[in-house]
């Protein structure tokens, strides 16, 4: 059976989404639009009911479009103004902007706080069509490089991606479109100070929940990331621990990892699983290759060794994508060991990001053209 | 349908209407491929990715103008997503493809325009015959069409240069703003007082 198929056995029930979603949650949906992104973020409820929301990349609007009003209708998503309080177009590519017009025509200055773009100008019909949405309205624009830092509530997010370096050679010099991707990473919940009466406490909480947004950026600008982003070890000394300093950083440690780029073998490489170390990994493609064969082989090979070191124990065989945690979207569920029978799309990816640590994941049994039917979602549970 | 719940969201909002805007009329293009004012058979076809020797392009309807003199290409499912080798591709525009540049340029410089490699970005007009590919955004891929030749018809016309152009003026506009004649004049007026003060103090 393909690598990217699941057994029947993984999956829990039908049912049972939204009674789920618990109000300090970050719900992240990786949609199953076949070649191509559209993700959307439900930020924790800052108040009974509200919760702003993120959009990361938009094609296939209406399917956007259907899964905002359902979860408006059911409830998960209140009125609040502006309701996308930050949309992100990575990169001017067509399978990660070509509903981003209609997106920012619909939501417009009422319900759009900012728009982050690269600045990397293209000549695409989409990419046109954007940036003149863009002009009719009036909201927060920002062309972000590697370090900005933004925070939403109890959630901080980093662009890691692009570097300055690589900002600074778009136009003339060559930098390909998939380097101008916006990486973002974002942390979760960020808020460390604990408040009880004239009391305040600096919490160092130890269940952060980290995601690392991957665009479409190759290993170029990865590179550029691991420059700009050192993994710095404790200096652990009398001294600093008597100040409480240099307690070391591990800023691309990340629980979820959207893979870049569609699993393209450009992607990434093994360090960069390695540093990230993923709990959660996701890959937004077709199923069965595509027109570029994505996912490649060797970027699985890579997020598996990664995650599942064996190289050294040449007898062992990695665990199975889906215990290592490696969705798809475009994964089919299957039934049976020796001959599997398709049973269908398992489709769009919904985890819920907890306060605490926790993360469930939850699959809608969507095709690329269906809409998103929440009611049918089921929790995929690893083997083991 | 939506429901109640989602009362409180903004409507979907309509783009402007393509038929009743003029279209954009680069003169090689109209000279080339819209003698006959058909500017609905003419194509803007975009190199959106270059990969493992396959070329990514978007079809898109040939834009038109708003009012304002802004490009309007249409919804997402005007476009069409078509993947080529890009060997085959190249060697069909070796055959078909003209260079549409502002500047004079001399013959060599003429001939490298015309055979030069593909790159991300490059865009170019023509008449096609239906084009093969998926609709829209994403979609279930497939491979990649043997031969653009089966649909591209000849002169392929290479408006790169204009439509980079295009791409860099609605960013800047969109990012910065436009200005009018009124601040156009100002402008041109300090420049004036600037050289002239500059003037007198050589002399």
């Not at chain 1, 199953?32 to 094609?59: A, F, S, W």
């Not at chain 1, 109890?154 to 300055?164: F, H």
């Not at chain 2, 080339?32 to 058979?41: H, I, P, S, Y």
């Not at chain 2, 790169?160 to 791409?167: G, H, I, K, Q, S």
Request: glycine content about 10%; hydrophobic content about 35%; aromatic content about 6%.
């Amino acid at each position: 059976m393909p690598a990217t198929d699941v057994d029947t056995k993984l999956l829990g029930k039908t049912g049972g989404f939204l009674a789920a979603c618990r109000p300090t949650d970050l719900v992240y949906f990786t949609l199953n639009v076949g070649d191509g992104d559209t993700q959307l973020l439900l930020l924790p409820e800052h108040e009974k009911g509200k919760r702003y929301c993120m959009v990361v990349d938009c094609i296939r609007a209406e399917k956007l479009f259907k899964l905002i009003e359902d979860l408006a209708d059911t409830g998960v998503l209140g009125e609040v103004e502006p309701l996308l309080a930050l949309v992100v177009a990575t990169h001017p590519h067509d399978d990660h902007i070509s509903g981003m017009a209609a997106l920012l025509r619909r939501f417009g200055n009422e319900h759009i706080g900012e728009l982050w773009e690269p600045g990397y100008y293209h000549t695409s019909g989409a990419y046109i069509e954007m940036m003149r949405e863009l002009e009719d309205l009036d909201i927060g624009h920002l062309q972000p490089a590697g370090g900005t830092t933004r925070y939403l509530d109890q959630v901080r997010l980093t662009v890691l991606a692009p570097g300055i370096v690589l900002r600074n050679k778009f136009d003339s010099y060559g930098v390909n479109i998939n380097n101008a991707s916006i990486v973002l990473k974002i942390d979760f919940p960020a808020a460390r100070i604990l408040e009880r009466g004239p009391d305040r406490t600096l919490m160092r909480l130890g269940s952060t929940q980290t995601l690392i947004l991957g665009g479409d950026a190759q290993t170029h600008s990865w590179g550029q990331v691991l420059t700009d982003f050192p993994q710095l070890g404790p200096a652990s000394t009398a001294v600093t621990d008597a100040l409480r300093k240099s307690g070391g950083t591990t800023p691309l440690d990340a629980q979820v990892f959207k893979v870049p780029h569609h699993g393209s073998k450009h992607g990434l490489n093994l360090e960069l699983v390695e540093a990230i170390h993923p709990a959660i990994s996701i890959v937004s493609s077709v199923h069965a290759g595509g027109k570029y064969h994505f996912p490649h082989d060797v970027t699985q090979a890579a997020l598996r060794e990664a995650i599942d070191p064996i190289s050294s124990k040449p007898e062992d065989h990695h665990k199975p994508d889906p215990e290592l945690n490696i969705l798809y979207t475009a994964s089919r569920e299957v039934k049976g060991a020796r001959k599997p029978a398709d049973v269908g799309p398992l489709g769009t990816v919904g985890l819920l990001v907890g306060t605490g640590g926790r993360q469930e994941i939850w699959r809608f049994g969507d095709e690329p053209t269906d809409d998103v039917d929440l009611s049918k979602g089921r929790p995929m549970r690893p083997e083991g | 349908m939506a429901g109640k719940g989602s009362a409180w969201l903004p409507k979907r909002r309509p783009g402007p209407a393509r038929a009743k805007l003029k279209p954009w009329e680069p003169p090689e293009v109209a000279k080339q491929l819209a003698r006959d004012g058909e500017w609905d058979k003419v194509r803007y076809i975009v190199v959106d990715e270059l990969h493992e020797g396959v070329a990514g392009l978007v079809v898109s309807p040939w834009p038109r103008l708003d009012q304002r003199g802004r490009l309007v290409f249409g919804g997402e499912d005007e476009s069409r997503r078509v993947a080529t080798p890009a060997s085959v591709l190249l060697k069909v525009l070796r055959q078909t493809r003209l260079p549409v540049v502002r500047k004079e340029v001399d013959e060599e410089t003429a001939e490298k325009l015309r055979v030069r490699r593909l790159a991300i970005g490059d865009t170019f007009a023509a008449r096609i015959e239906e084009p093969p590919g998926e609709p829209g955004g994403g979609g279930p891929g497939g491979e990649p069409t043997e031969d653009p030749g089966d649909w591209l018809k000849e002169p392929v016309l290479d408006i790169t240069a204009d439509a980079l152009e295009a791409a860099r003026t609605q960013m800047s506009a969109a990012v910065g703003g436009v200005f009018g004649e009124e601040l156009l004049e100002t402008i041109g007026a300090e420049i004036a007082e600037e050289d002239a003060d500059a003037g007198e103090e050589e002399a």
